[in-house]
Nanobody
Framework: QVQLVESGGGLVQAGGSLRLSCAASGSIFSIDAMGWYRQAPGKQRELVAHITNGGNTNYADSVKGRFTISRDAAKNTVYLQMNNLKPEDATVYYC????????????????WGKGTLVTVSS
């Protein structure tokens, strides 16, 4: 079993900052990539930022220059530093990871966290 647990969401004023964390635990052999997605009510889940085990990153255009994704491989943890937050950034953020488990390391399986709510007041 693998779990992803997010933390760091909360209420912040527009222009402020938050740092999200997501820790993966369980029978992990290796992690290919980790990322953050968000989903507003009535909309599709969208990619916010993504980082591979080689350190390659990509970002949604709407967050470039404001958000930074990073990863601590030793802790199986991914972070999302969010600066200059805007009201349109307010929604639930989900952690995602492509993980090879100790049971079946040949296959990378996608896992999701339960989400953490970010609220931005204007």
């Amino acid at each position: 079993q693998v779990q992803l647990v997010e933390s760091g969401g909360g209420l912040v004023q527009a222009g402020g900052s938050l740092r999200l964390s997501c820790a993966a635990s369980g029978s992990i052999f290796s992690i290919d990539a980790m990322g953050w997605y968000r989903q507003a009510p009535g909309k599709q889940r969208e990619l916010v930022a993504h980082i591979t085990n080689g350190g390659n990153t990509n970002y949604a255009d709407s967050v470039k220059g404001r958000f930074t994704i990073s990863r601590d491989a030793a802790k199986n943890t991914v972070y999302l530093q969010m600066n200059n937050l805007k009201p349109e950034d307010a929604t639930v953020y989900y952690c995602n990871a492509a993980i090879r488990t100790s049971v079946a390391p040949i296959f990378a399986v996608e896992y999701w966290g339960k989400g953490t709510l970010v609220t931005v007041s204007s």
